[in-house]
Every structure is written in C-alpha cells, then in structure tokens.
C-alpha cells in the first residue's frame, strides 16, 4: 500500500490517503488521527 499526499483526492486502489476533517466542526476519532499521524511520518 503507497501512501498519497495529503492534498490528493481520488486515489486508486492500494493507496493510503488521509481522512479529511469533518466539515460540521467535528474531530476526526482518535483513531483516524493516528492512522495520519503515522502516513504523515512515513512520507516525511
């Protein structure tokens, strides 16, 4: 699995993108923010 950049939209299959905040104000679940926690670290 190849992570995409973060501004990316549309990825095919077997790329991992990051979870968009939600529009409503909401936080992404602690879950969701570790998984791009750990995409960002692996781009980086």
Do not use: W
Not at 1 to 16: F, Q, S
Not at 21 to 34: C, F
């Amino acid at each position: 699995m190849a992570p995409a950049n973060g501004d990316y939209e549309g990825a095919g299959i077997g790329v991992a993108m990051p979870f968009k905040q939600p529009s409503h104000g909401s936080v992404l679940t602690v879950d969701n923010q570790a998984f791009d926690r750990i995409q960002r670290v692996c781009t980086a």
